[in-house]
């Protein structure tokens, strides 16, 4: 089973959420950790990396997602959890992309020194 690192605010971000968000997204974090894909669980368009997944559901009229990367072989980091509130389509607001590319480069670092 792969462990679970949260990067930044995502946990406590993730912990707003409402119950029903929480329990579903939980169990897809869970299956991903367990080498799994949950059914709403996607690979995340916004950086063309295969590597990083969202999972995306909708709970009475907002959508919430949350961002995770499986690149680092044992360990599985959340990268961002969030309401989407951009009323323009379905695209990833500019600054949730960023903050997701400043935490991944972050997750990178942080594993490279966790392996020496």
């Known amino acids: 089973m792969k462990s679970l690192v949260w990067m930044g605010s995502s946990r ?11 329990s579903e997204m939980g169990y897809a974090l869970f299956q991903a950790q367990v080498g799994g894909r949950h059914r ?7 950086t063309g990396d295969a590597g990083i997944i969202e999972i995306v559901d909708d709970y009475r009229g907002d959508t919430f997602r949350t961002v995770y990367t499986v690149r680092f072989g044992s360990v599985l980091y959340v990268l961002h959890a969030f309401q989407k509130k951009s009323k323009k389509g379905i695209e990833t607001p500019k600054g949730d992309m ?9 997750a990178e670092r942080l594993h490279k020194e966790a392996e020496l």
């Open 40 to 46: 709403k669980a996607k690979t995340f368009k916004g």
């Open 98 to 106: 960023h903050l997701i590319e400043q935490r991944l480069r972050d």
């Open 12 to 22: 406590r971000d993730f912990s707003d959420f409402p119950y029903e968000m929480k």
